[in-house]
């Protein structure tokens, strides 16, 4: 028998299936690190208020690292701060499979316990 052309077809074949899991490693991969990058920021920005008093500091901070604010909630009370962020990323594979945005969703408190910021993440 010949078998030539048997590992051609199999390459061809695979070759869609591949490179659709790349895309979506990359994908996951951005979301992830635009998550992690939200998410440090708003800490820091916690952090923040509980040094300078500012209620501001968390959205300046989220400026200055290009992080969207239109969806940006603070809600401060006596020894507590609550952040709710939501926005949106464009995805760059996403379109194979009709995804075209993720979206990126933060709720972080924070409040001084003694000398220290505690910083606790919100569950929906």
């Known amino acids: 028998m010949n078998k030539k052309g048997q590992t051609l077809i199999i390459f061809v074949i695979l070759i869609p299936i591949i ?10 991969g951005l979301l ?3 998550y992690q990058k939200a998410r440090g920021v708003v800490d820091d920005g916690i952090r923040e208020y509980f040094e300078s ?19 940006l909630e603070v809600n401060v009370s006596d020894l507590k701060i609550d952040v709710q962020l939501s926005y949106e990323i464009s ?10 945005s993720y979206k990126i ?3 972080r408190e924070g409040r001084k316990e003694e000398s220290e910021v505690v910083i606790t993440k919100i569950e929906k």
């Open 91 to 100: 995805s760059l594979f996403g379109a194979i499979i009709n995804i075209k």
């Open 19 to 28: 490179l659709t899991m790349l895309a979506v490693v990359v994908d996951v």
């Open 32 to 34: 992830t690190n635009e």
């Open 105 to 107: 969703e933060i709720h």
């Open 53 to 71: 008093n500012k209620e501001s500091a968390v959205k300046e901070l989220l400026s200055l690292n290009e992080i969207p604010t239109e969806n």
